[in-house]
């Protein structure tokens, strides 16, 4: 069984620069979960995204954008960074059945620096 | 709304002794609760959860975590803690009518002392 992928690991760019984070999700699971957290601080959800539609959102703006592709990986899009959007990245993955998910299991993250 | 307090920032224990870590929890219907573990510099890993049934749930590593309602707590714990414990620790909330987001707490870094 393979796990959750998260690529690439470390990220630098600059304020006003677009970055696109991926994630591969854990065999069997169709649902992904977006998350960041800050230095010091819990995950927050960004979004979830089931059958390549975004299933529920976070309090984020909109410049936080998302894909799910057919073979249920997901691309995390965010144009026009700020400082404050470094953190480091974590995509989870599940599985969703019945209207009910089972339990979020994480990829490793990326770690995205904003100079 | 649904949110997770963790009132320890950090929990220091000497190898062998018990192990707490304390979480409580709001949510406006029946929660489903979690307790990840993370390492530095690692994503998350999964530790166990309560989804309904006994209060007390059984999970990785020889942790276990006690479910009390009128309290709203869902205390992590560990008989007799190992230096490979230390980490952070995160206690998550989902409710089950706003089934997609899991809400974390601030973490609680664990500190086992040889």
């Known amino acids: 069984e393979t796990g959750v992928t998260q690529s690439p690991t470390h990220l630098i760019k600059t304020r006003g620069q677009q970055v696109t984070l991926r994630c591969s999700s854990q065999s069997g699971h169709n649902t992904v979960s977006w998350y960041q957290q800050a230095l010091g601080q819990g995950p927050q959800f960004i979004f979830q995204y089931y059958r390549e539609e975004e299933n529920g959102r976070g309090n984020f703006p909109p410049r936080f954008s998302g894909l799910q592709f057919p073979n249920y990986s997901s691309e995390l899009n965010v144009n026009a960074l700020e400082l404050d959007d470094s953190a480091l990245y974590l995509c989870?993955?599940?599985?969703?059945?019945?209207?009910?998910?089972?339990?979020?299991?994480f990829g490793p993250g990326t770690r995205l620096t904003v100079l | 709304a649904q949110s997770v307090a963790q009132p320890e920032d950090q929990v220091k224990v000497a190898e062998g002794n018990p192990l707490t870590v304390k979480c409580t929890y709001s949510v406006s219907g029946n929660p489903y609760l979690f307790w990840y573990v993370q390492y530095p510099n690692r994503g998350l890993q999964f530790l166990l959860k309560?989804?309904?049934?006994?209060?007390l749930v059984k999970g990785s590593y020889g942790f276990e975590a006690e479910f009390n309602k009128s309290q709203t707590s869902f205390h992590l714990k560990k008989p007799s803690a190992l230096v490979s414990d230390s980490a952070l620790y995160f206690c998550?909330?989902?409710?089950?009518?706003?089934?997609?987001?899991?809400?974390f707490g601030a973490g609680t870094t664990v500190t086992v002392r040889a």
């Open positions: 309560y989804i309904t049934g006994d209060n």
């Open positions: 989870a993955s599940s599985f969703l059945a019945g209207g009910s998910t089972d339990t979020q299991y």
């Open positions: 998550a909330v989902r409710d089950r009518w706003n089934d997609y987001k899991l809400s």
